[in-house]
Nanobody, 117 residues
């Protein structure tokens, strides 16, 4: 099970940190990270770890602003989002699978991020 949290409303330029708590499996064995879905837009793989955590991926649209991290002791993956823009508004989902291919095996309920002045 994947439980995402931490979404909310923020002004442009603000920051949020999303959390994804995994239960029932060891997330380090899988590619795991985040994708987002905005109304009227295609789904986008945002950021993820490769299986084993040796590599990270970031979509071009978030490079330099978002940082993915993990706490293996807590089976939790985080997404620190800085310098948020209105275009970042979306429902963010935590998911297993190679986000660089926009392919996912499992995802939980999303958390809504709204960036607006």
């Amino acid at each position: 099970q994947l439980q995402a949290s931490g979404g909310g409303s923020v002004q442009p330029g603000g920051s949020l940190r999303l959390s994804c708590a995994a239960s029932g499996f060891t997330p380090d064995y899988y590619a795991i990270g985040w994708f987002r879905q905005a109304p009227g837009k295609a789904r986008e793989g945002v950021s993820c770890f490769s299986a084993g955590g040796g590599s990270t991926y970031y979509a071009d649209s978030v490079k330099g602003r978002f940082t993915i991290s993990r706490d293996n002791a807590k089976n939790t993956v985080y997404l620190q989002m800085n310098s948020l823009k209105p275009d970042d508004t979306a429902v963010y989902y935590c998911a297993t699978g190679p986000c660089w291919l926009d392919e996912y095996d499992y995802w939980g309920q999303g958390t809504l991020v709204t960036v607006s002045s």
